[in-house]
């Protein structure tokens, strides 16, 4: 579970109450989620996601990692017509 939130004693109180329920373990900053890499810029209020690491896992499930690009079949600017 990622918590998130304006106040960082809003996050302690949410987290507080978890663990009165539940045994919870503080991770520190979020790095990785569901494959995806997140950087944060704390200075500028900014997040990144790159999904590089997941796009490369689901083209090796899927076995289309050492594919090669083609171009577009189509001339440019060629338009289409319903006939």
């Given at each position: 579970?990622?918590?998130t939130?304006?106040?960082i004693s809003g996050i302690a109180l949410?987290?507080?109450?978890?663990?009165k329920d539940f045994e919870i373990t503080d991770l520190g900053?979020?790095?990785?989620?569901?494959g995806i890499l997140?950087?944060?810029d704390h200075s500028n209020?900014?997040?990144f996601l790159n999904q590089s690491?997941?796009?490369?896992?689901?083209?090796?499930?899927?076995?289309?990692?050492?594919?090669?690009s083609v171009s577009t079949p189509l001339a440019i600017k060629h338009s289409l017509s319903i006939s």
């Open positions: 579970m990622a918590i939130g304006k106040e949410f987290k507080w109450n978890l663990s900053e979020l790095k990785f989620i569901l997140v950087i944060q209020h900014l997040i690491t997941y796009i490369i896992q689901v083209l090796i499930r899927f076995g289309i990692l050492d594919t090669k």
